[in-house]
C-alpha cells in the first residue's frame, strides 16, 4: 500500500498566488486531516474530514478551504497565499472505530515557502 | 479547549543512559487517549506510544514507557537505554473522544539530542 500520499513535497509560492496541496489515500480510511506544523512547532490542525462530502474546520482554517469528493482525496486550497502561511503541510488519515488501538498515518509532508 | 504543554524544547541524552520527557495537557474530559509521536528529520511522523485515561497502568514498548498521572495530567515519556536512532523531535498529543472526530491536539514538540 502506497498510504498517504501528498504532492507536491517542496513549492514556493509568490504572495497573492494560489495552489492547492494534494492529499491521497488508498487504505480506505474515513477520517482525513491537514495539519501545518511551523518551525520548531507542533501540528496544528487546519481542516479535518470525517467522510466523504463532511468538512469541518480545526484549529487554525483562516487562508484555507477543503473539499472530500471521495473518500480517497482530500486537498486543500490556498486562495490567497500570504508569507504567514509558510510551513510544512501534513495530511494524516485513519481509520474509524479502532479505539486506542487506533493508527493515525501520516503523509511525508508539503514544505511550502510564501515569499 | 483542550491544550497540551511541553515545557523542554531541548533535551540532550548520552547514549545507554535513560531521559524523560514531560508533558502536560487541560482537559475537562474523563475518557480520552494521550500518545507520543516521534518525528525524526526525515519529517517521518512515527507513533512511539499510546495510552487510555481510564487506564491507570502506564503503557510500554520496548525501551519506551509513560508515566500516566490523570489527576495531575501529567504524561512524561521515559526513554531507556537511549540510542543514536532516537535522536529527534517527540510530540505529545491529546486526542479526546467527543463526537468521534479523532482530533489530535499537539504539544509544542521536544527536540532530543542523543550524545554518542
Known amino acids: 500500500n502506497a498510504g498517504v500520499t501528498q504532492t507536491p513535497k517542496f513549492r514556493i509560492l509568490k504572495i497573492g498566488q494560489s495552489m492547492t496541496l494534494q492529499c491521497t489515500q488508498d487504505?480506505?480510511?474515513?477520517?482525513m486531516y491537514w495539519y501545518r506544523q511551523d518551525p520548531g512547532m507542533g501540528l496544528k490542525l487546519i481542516y479535518y474530514?470525517?467522510?466523504?462530502?463532511?468538512?469541518d474546520k480545526g484549529e487554525v482554517p483562516n487562508g484555507y478551504n477543503v473539499s472530500r469528493s471521495t473518500t480517497e482525496d482530500f486537498p486543500l486550497r490556498l486562495e490567497l497565499a500570504a508569507p504567514s502561511q509558510t510551513s510544512v503541510y501534513f495530511c494524516?488519515?485513519?481509520?474509524?472505530?479502532?479505539?486506542?488501538?487506533?493508527?493515525?498515518?501520516f503523509g511525508s509532508g508539503t514544505q511550502l515557502s510564501v515569499l | 479547549a483542550q491544550t497540551v504543554t511541553q515545557s523542554q524544547p531541548e533535551m540532550s541524552v548520552q547514549e545507554a543512559e535513560t531521559v524523560t520527557l514531560s508533558c502536560t495537557y487541560d482537559?475537562?474530559?474523563?475518557?480520552?487517549?494521550l500518545f507520543w509521536y516521534k518525528q525524526p528529520p526525515s519529517r517521518q511522523m512515527i507513533l512511539v506510544i499510546r495510552?487510555?485515561?481510564?487506564?491507570?497502568q502506564n503503557a510500554t514498548e520496548n525501551r519506551f514507557s509513560v508515566n500516566f498521572q490523570k489527576a495531575a495530567k501529567s504524561f512524561s515519556l521515559k526513554i531507556s537505554d537511549s540510542q543514536l536512532g532516537d535522536a529527534a523531535m517527540y510530540f505529545c498529543?491529546?486526542?479526546?473522544?467527543?463526537?468521534?472526530?479523532?482530533?489530535?491536539?499537539f504539544g509544542q514538540g521536544t527536540t532530543l539530542q542523543v550524545k554518542p
Open positions: 495510552q487510555e485515561a481510564y487506564k491507570q
Open positions: 482537559t475537562s474530559e474523563s475518557d480520552y487517549y
Open positions: 494524516a488519515s485513519r481509520q474509524r472505530g479502532q479505539g486506542v488501538n487506533e493508527k493515525l498515518f
Open positions: 474530514s470525517v467522510g466523504a462530502g463532511i468538512t
Open positions: 487504505m480506505n480510511h474515513n477520517y
Open positions: 498529543a491529546y486526542r479526546y473522544l467527543n463526537g468521534n472526530t479523532g482530533k489530535l491536539i
